[in-house]
Structure formats: C-alpha cells, structure tokens
C-alpha cells in the first residue's frame, strides 16, 4: 500500500523528472554538433504600416542581440506603405541573423510591398498555390498619376528592387517587370526562372526548415554562412497587446468608423445632455480612432474638412438656413472622407461605399434632429407667463370693464381683469398676461 508521504512524492519526482528531461532535450546537440540551433518564427498577415514595420524590425533586433540561427518570416499581405517597407528592407540586409520570408500558406500572396520584401530576403520561399508581385506604385486613392509623377515613381521603385535584386542574385528583370508592368508571378513562375526570383517551394515551414539545413547562404554584404536549421528550437514571436490591437484598428475603414462613430456620440450627448451613453461610446470611439490614425499616413486638410462638415450638420439646428447647412456638411464630409488618408497604396484608401454610407447616415440623423427642432419651435409653449395664455379658471369675485377681480387659474388666484362683465363663479379662459394681472373672457 502506498502511505500518504509516498503519494506527495510520486507526482513532484514525475514533475522533476519531466522537466529534466525537456531541459536536455533543448540542450541535446544538432547532427552536426553543438547546441540546438534556435529559430524565431513570426507570422504577418496585415497590410505593411509602422506597426507592422515595427513588429518585424523588433524581431530581427532580438535575434541579433539572443544570436538565433535564423529568423522565418510567414508573410501574407496586399502591400502597403513604401517608407515602411524601406524600413523593414533596411532592417533585413543590416541584420546580423539570416532573414528567411515564407510566403504562406497556400493561396496567400505578397503583392506590391510585400513582393520588395520577399526578394529582400536572404531566403526567398513560397507555399504552393501563391503568388508575389504587382509591385507598381500608383497615386494617393487609387487614382492614375499624371505622366511625369507616374514616370518618376516607378522609376524609382524599380532602380530599387533591380539593386536589392541583383546584391541577392536574384531575377532583376522580372522584379522590374513587377513593379513598371505590374506583373505578377506564381510560385512555379518564380522559382523556374533563369535567375530565379525566389529560392526555395516548400509546404510549410517545417518542410522549409528541413530544406534549408545546410544551405549556404549570401548575405547582402558578400559574406556566406551555412544555415544550421536540423532539430531547431522553433521560437514563436508574437505581437505585443499594443500592436494587436493597433494593427486592428489600423485599417483605414476601421479607424474611419471609429472617426464617425466618436463624433456622432458626442454631438448626440452635446445635443442631448446627460443621456451618458452616447458620449461614453464616442469618447473611446475617438480615442481609439486617433489611436489608430497616429499609425495611418493622414491628410489633416481632410481631417478638418470632415470636421467642419459635422459642424455645419450641427449648425443647422441653431441657424435656419433652409438645408444650405446640410449640402455644405454633405459636400464637406465627402470631400474630407476622401482625402483623409494619404498614401498611394490602394489597400490604405477609404472604400467609396463606406464613405457614401456614412455620410448618408449623417445626412438622415441630421435631418431627423432638424425636423424635430422645428416641430418644437412650432409647439405652443407649456410654461412661463406665455403658458397660462388658453388655460381655463373660475372667476372668484364679480369682474367688469374697470373694475377688476380675481380668478384661480392652475390652482392660482391671479388679479383679473376682463372687457366684459363677468359673474361670481363664471368658467373664463385667459387671453392675456401683464404681469400679474390676467385678462380674461368668459369660457
């Protein structure tokens, strides 16, 4: 039988054992000798902003400083901002640690800035079934630049992919045709070319990481180091709650709700004092809108027009202008919701429905708030001296022309008066106010 001392034991020796045992399993040399090499492994599925720039940029600075063998970058993205991709590319050829970028998993794909940065890569990679490239820049909204702007810009993005390019071996031609043709290619298409534009086609990361074991690599400064991936310590790199919640937020249609939504339930609560609700709601609706514009490339000239326009909206309630209010905040609003976010990336713009819904949406509230405004300029008023005009009471004493009386109205006795004889108990409804005296007739 086992004693009770006997049955604490068992467990806390199985635990020690346990973690022995995962401890020489960490420590355990590779085939070729040495430690466990150790990879950090992060995964980007978002549009390429600061935060995202921030993210990868932070994860190569960790490798660097722990001395990992590798860092793998799964990369899934439309593209995005070139100052940020510049930042992320600079990142990658200065770092000490090789940089692997696995587009992936299948059916994904690394278009515009995500394409610089796969053939920026000291290893290039892709899952079966995606695709990179489309690389062309274009003007803020998505809108065709004139000749020249056009001309310069893509001119200039693809001297820079032809150099990246070319220090990594890799297809220039075809990484110009990306970016002046916008020309996309499939994994087979990449790999087969003569050079090729990237290096490796494998399932998944556990297929490349085996692939890669023992590859020599170039790194952009001439030097070559021998990847040592067999048996690698895989490090998951996660984004910080702050960058979760940034990159959430940080789409242009996200954030641009929150603009909306944040103004909306303040100008409710300033028209509605004490209802709470809705300015609780727009306070964290703004905070976090401004949190996320911080990150997104905003034209303030924009910003101010949607905000005028929502002044006017609220104008129109003071001033009577017959709608003229209204169609300037409509066209105000518009105008700045387009304007709004300035980047030549497509994948940052507004999209023209949103915009047209929210802009409809303020039309109608403002329009429903007018209509009641006026409804209640046009009641009669129910309090004050212009109140008692219409109300109905009982003369208390005998009222004639000259000679005034006394009357109870609203379970008040007012000095009365009158332009015609009226009885000791006769029914009157008021006509007048001076004061306090009223003039009454008889009902």
């Known amino acids: 039988m086992t004693t009770y001392k006997e049955r604490g034991q068992t467990p806390f020796f199985a635990a020690v054992l346990a973690l022995g045992a995962a401890v020489l399993w960490a420590q355990a040399p590779s085939p070729a000798g040495g430690p466990r090499p150790v990879v950090y492994s992060a995964e980007v599925d978002s549009i390429i902003h600061p935060v995202s720039a921030e993210f990868m940029i932070e994860t190569i600075a960790r490798a660097d400083a722990e001395g990992a063998a590798l860092v793998l970058f799964t990369l899934r993205t439309p593209g995005g901002l070139v100052d940020a991709t510049r930042d992320i590319v600079s990142k990658m050829i200065s770092a000490k640690t090789p940089v692997v970028v696995y587009v992936g998993p299948s059916g994904a794909r690394a278009a515009s800035a995500g394409f610089i940065i796969t053939i920026a890569a000291d290893v290039a990679a892709m899952a079966p079934g995606t695709h990179i490239g489309a690389a062309h820049p274009v003007a803020g909204g998505g809108a065709v630049m004139d000749e020249t702007s056009s001309k310069k810009a893509a001119e200039d993005m693809a001297a820079y992919v032809r150099t990246i390019a070319a220090k990594r071996g890799r297809n220039g031609q075809l990484a110009e045709q990306a970016v002046l043709q916008s020309k996309a290619f499939t994994e087979g298409e990449a790999l087969k070319a003569v050079p090729p534009l990237v290096d490796l086609v494998a399932a998944n ?110 104008l129109e309630l003071k001033v009577t202008s017959f709608g003229l209010l209204t169609i300037g905040g409509i066209i105000s609003l518009i105008f700045g919701s387009l304007m709004l976010i300035d980047s030549p990336a497509p994948e940052l713009q507004l999209s023209l429905a949103l915009v047209m819904s929210v802009v409809l949406g303020f039309t109608a509230i403002a329009a429903f708030l007018v209509r009641l405004a006026v409804a209640s300029q046009k009641t009669a008023p129910v309090t004050g001296a212009e109140g008692l005009i219409g109300e109905a009471g009982e003369a208390l004493t005998p009222i004639a022309p000259g000679t005034p009386g006394s009357a109870r109205v609203h379970g008040e006795i007012w000095n009365a008066a009158a332009n015609e004889p009226i009885g000791d108990g006769v029914r009157v409804v008021v006509t007048h106010v001076n004061g306090l005296t009223l003039t009454v007739r008889k009902e």
């Open 205 to 314: 990361p556990d297929d490349l990481l085996k692939a890669l074991d023992g590859r020599v690599v170039t790194r952009f400064d001439g030097r070559t180091t021998t990847l040592r991936t067999a048996l690698a310590n895989v490090v998951p790199v996660r984004m910080t709650l702050r960058q979760r919640i940034l990159s959430s937020i940080a789409h242009p249609n996200i954030a641009y709700i929150l603009l909306s939504l944040g103004t909306l339930g303040l100008t409710i609560e300033l028209w509605s004092p004490g209802a709470i609700l809705p300015g609780v709601v727009g306070g964290l609706s703004l905070l976090l809108a401004f949190f996320a514009l911080q990150v997104l490339p905003i034209n303030y000239a924009g910003l101010l027009l949607m905000l005028f326009g929502l002044l006017l909206f609220a």
